[in-house]
Structures are given as C-alpha cells and as structure tokens.
C-alpha cells in the first residue's frame, strides 16, 4: 500500500530568491563544513584536545527550499494526498510516548500537530480551501497542486519519524515571534525562549533614543533570527551587524535578512566573535548573543532531534558551557559604548547566577545593572546589563 | 484504501483548530454566570473565528505549574514587559477592559507555557509553543496552541481573552434611564427603531467591534433577568428579530443561553 520511496531532490530557488540560489547550491554537505569549523573553533578558543564526532549524516540530501517557497509545480488527487496523510498519521500515532520516555522527545501528539503545518506548508495559497471542498463533497478525485511531489512527502515524513530530523529542517523554516525564518541542517533552529531577547531589547530602547538610534550586533546569528527581530523593532533608526562562524548560517541569515529586505539595515559578517567587530570597538548600543552553551558532557544525551541533527558548533560550550559566555562578558567591556546594553542567553540558573558574580567580582567597574531574567518556563535564561558611563 | 474514513480524520484536524480555555478561578465578582467559567464537561473551546463550541475533551493538553509561582520570573518580566497590574481592578468595568490597547490589556495579564520539564533552550526541540495568559483582575485564562509560534498564538490567546471579556465581564446597567450605547445600536439590524441613521451599515460577527456590542446586550439582558421580549422593546426590535441576531452567533447564543438558564429561562433556539 505504500508507495516506494525515492530520494528527495532540489530544484533551483524561485526568482524571489535569486541572489542567493547559488550559495545555496554550491555549497557542500553542510554538516562536513559544521565539522571542520567546530575544530578551527575548538583551536581557537577552547583548545579542546580531541574533536567532537560528527553529526549523523541523514540518509539523503535535505531539500534546500524551504516547502513553503516552492512553487506549486505538482498535482496530485485528494485521495493520494489523503492516503499519504493517513499513513504518516497511524506512523505518528504508532510512536506513542517511545521518543518522549527515551530522550525527551516528542510524542503522537506533538507530531500530529507537526504533521497538520506539513499539509499547511505543502498546499499551496489556495487549496487549503479546495482541498475542504473536495473533502466536503466527499470527491476524492479532485486535482490539487502541491510544493512537493507525494513521493518526498513519504519520504520527508519518515525522516521525520526514523531519523528524528527536526521538523524544522523538514519544512526548511522556523516560526519564530512573527517572521518565517529559513533553516536548513548546519544552522540552529531559533528556539521560543530566545524571542525574549528581542523583547528585552524593544524595552531598553524605548526609554533611550540613544541606544535606538546606535549599532546593534548578534554574535552567533545562526538564521539571523535576533538580528532581524532587532532590525524590525529599531523601525528607521540604528543598524545591525549579525555575524557567526559558520559560513552556511552566514548564507541563510544572509537571505534570511533579504527576504525580509532588511539589507540595508542588517550587515552579516562571517567571523568569530570579536573577530568581525573589529573597528566598531566602543561605539556598540547593545551586544545580544545566544551562543552556545551546553556543556560538553551533557552533548550526547541531548534530544535526537537536537544532539543528532543540529550543530553541535552551536550548542557545544565547553566543559562547563560556560567557554563563549566568559569570552563574551570579557569583551563586552571594551566593545560597548558607555551606557550600551547587553543580553546573553544562557543555560539557566546556574550560569546566569555565575555570569552576574564574575561581572561584579571579576569585571569590577565595567557593568551596572547586571540583572537575570527568566524565560516564559519560569527558567533563569537571560543575563542582561550595561556599560558603566 | 478507506477514503472516507482519511478524510474523516483530516476534516477533523484541519477545519477544527481549536484552543480550550482553562478553568476560571475563583475571583468570581465579575461573573454574574460563573457557572459559564467552571469548567463542565464537555468542555468550552473557542475556535480561531472566535466562535465558541461544545467540544469533548479528545485532545489532551499538559498545564503544569503556572509561571506566577515562580517569583523571580515574575519580578523579572515585571521589570521588563509583561507587568502583573493587578491595580486595574479598582476602577476598570468590563466594558473598559475592552478599549485598552493589547499592550495596556498584557499588562494586566500574566503569561505562561508549558511546564518546564528539563532545560529548555538549546536542549529543547519541541515546538512548545503554546501561550496561557490569566487576566488577573478577573481572574479569566485564555489558552492557544493551534499555532507554530508562541507570538501568533499569544495574539490569538489575546483575541480570545477579549471575547472572554465580553461574554463573562456584566456591567451593571442603568433602566430607568436606558440608552443603548453607540456599540451595540451598531450591531442591531437597520429596521430597529431606535438606532439612528448615524449608525452606518450593521456590523456583524466578522467585526472586531461586534464583541462590544455583545457585550453591552448581555449587560441589558442580565440586567433584565434574561428576558428577550423585554430587551427587544428597548432596543425598538420585535422579540423574533432580536432573537434571530442572539441565534446569529455561537458565542453569543451560547453566553444569552447560559445566563437565561442561570434565570430559570428556556434557551433560545
């Protein structure tokens, strides 16, 4: 009853997105360029004696356009469409709570959901509705067009299910505050928590024009996801520079700032932290950053979805996950301009607690207002403060 | 290959995208029918075109422990955005709940996700994107979850507290000298003999605006122990006209139903 299934493919970027179809193109596998840049990184600041093991490889290449920037350019009848929806259903009911017990992962319920922003992604503007009528008048033969062919909607959803690949790489975006952001594997999925940020940020710069109207910059951008959150709420004033290690996240916040045609406003720079910085030191309005940091030893009993399949760049901070949250709080000094804001994300409770100590005992003089915020779980998540004037 | 029975199931999941809304606690001054908010199964669910429906309980949703235990988070957020301004309450009546901004309205709210269990963060990725937001000076919970990211459904969790506001928030009205207000003239069909031809065209469910209108003809209603004959003479309408505009909308049928039942009155059907 179910059909074979045969490897996904790519097609070139539709015109929308044309400047940048070739990055997107050229680039290899990006989990082999994640791996050779978690050990530059690793040199470069930790030091770390032994690289960390590569990421799992799925098993065929991810589709790079996002689902839903594709072009309707399919067909298929209702009744296939249904037919792929209810074998993907009973697969996800099939799982139970088996991924929940074992790491933490999603259960039947959870991923049915996923499975209805699928069918969101996959039909095109119109045929949501068209698709209502055909189910309506119970005629399964009606023709609807489709952003991908049903052979990779099998194929997609069972790497959802047998290989845990995040949904978000599944559909190719992450919605995130009220942007759509494209994501793709070699770049962190933003998460819900880190939407905090940007509104930390709206906050302070209400009540200084100052900080409005200055540079802004996200370190570690990853999809750009802070940096574009940021652009929108500085409206016609200040700028941003988002900057991160990887070049494939350079090149998805890269489009992820055109598509919202922010180009102007938010310059992406490829680089290790300070390193793209340079020449702007002193004369920054507000540093945000979610680098990564989950400590080393906590990696492999992550989330498949997560340990699996995102960079471990992103998450891996160091014995403690503390290594690119100090490097951070001792640069910030120097690179802000007096009475410039900062806010980092952390691993909760005990880093921020840690971070607030080191700033007042270690950083003496250079931050006032040093505070911690929590996330809606009611975790400590955030440390925020200025630059003393 | 059961067609039918895959399109049964995908009728379900796309054309209901429901939310439910939490039990109301006891904060119950406010609520004249408070039997409305204590949850009763089957349970009341609001759906995205904010009309309400009787739905079982089949999907089932983890609440764990609500964020405002948590008194560092609170003093947090308070000092950023999201402020507990629970001093509303002394001179606010339910109508002017309705005209604050979403941001003044948030300010008296507290917000909340799921129950954190492990990490979060980076650790995490499980679309957790539900919104819970507790109206504190009434005490009224609006929930979304239908959405994939927490901004969306926390603008549609607010767009249902507002409904929630309308249709449980009574003010008290004065009859000896009645007025219909401007909002609820423009919700009644353009034969009523009181509203005026300044009222422009009839505004229906579609219309933000319609829920003040509600309310204002559930305060006249309460106030007139649930008696439609009564509330249509006061609004220059024949009882059969204004039955049909209460007929007209779910919410609106609903909430008329339940505060003539908690009057001893037969529902309207």
Known sequence: MKPSLRPSFTRPWPCIASNFSTFFFQLPTPLTHARNITQIRHRHIHSSPSPPPPPQLASSPPPLLPLFLRPPEYTTTVSDLLEWHSWAKSLAASIGSSFEDSDNGPDSTLLCRELNWLMEDVLDGSDPSLMHKAVARDDPDTIISLKADVQELYSLWKQRIDERRPFQYIVGCQHWRDLILCVREGVLIPRPETEIIVELVGDVISKDEGLREGLWADLGTGSGAIAIGIAKILGNYGRVIATDLNPVAVQVASFNVERYSLQDKIEVREGSWWEPLKGVEGKVAGLVSNPPYIPSDDISGLQAEVGRHEPRLALDGGAEGMDDLLHLCNGAASMLKPGGFFAFETNGEKQCKFLVDYMQNQLPGSFCNVNTVSDFAGILRFVTGFRNR | ?269
């Not at chain 2, 979060?120 to 504190?136: L, M, P, T, W």
């Open chain 2, 1 to 269: 290959m059961k067609v039918s029975m895959a399109i049964q199931s995908l009728r379900k999941s796309l054309l209901h995208r429901t939310a439910y809304l939490g039990n109301s606690p006891s904060i119950s001054s406010f609520l004249k029918f408070s039997e409305f908010a204590v949850s009763a199964r089957p349970r009341l669910t609001v759906t995205s075109n904010a009309t309400l429906k009787w739905r079982t309980g089949e999907r089932k949703c983890r609440w764990g422990d609500f964020c405002s235990s948590n008194s560092a988070h609170n003093k947090a957020l308070g000092s950023c955005f999201y402020s507990n301004g629970v001093s509303a309450s002394s001179n606010h009546n339910g109508s002017s709940y309705l005209e604050l901004t979403d941001e003044e309205l948030m300010k008296q709210c507290e917000m909340g996700t799921f129950k954190a269990s492990g990490p979060g963060g980076q650790h995490r990725n499980k679309r957790e994107s539900a919104v819970r937001i507790k109206h504190i000076p009434t005490g009224i919970i609006a929930q979304a979850v239908e959405d994939r990211s927490q901004h969306k459904n926390r603008a549609s969790a607010l767009l249902r507290l507002r409904t929630l506001l309308a249709l449980k928030v009574r003010n008290a009205v004065n009859l000896e000298a009645y007025s219909p207000p401007k909002e609820l003239l423009q919700i009644l069909p353009l034969k009523s003999t009181v509203r005026g031809s300044d009222c422009g065209p009839q505004i229906g469910p579609h219309n933000p605006k319609f829920m003040l209108g509600v309310q204002a003809l559930l305060d006249l209603l309460s106030a007139l122990e649930g008696s439609v004959s009564d509330a249509a003479k006061l609004l220059g309408l024949s009882t059969g006209a204004l039955s049909r505009l209460i007929l007209s909308d779910d919410s609106l049928r609903l909430a008329a139903n339940e505060l003539r039942a908690s009057k001893g009155m037969k529902p309207l059907k």
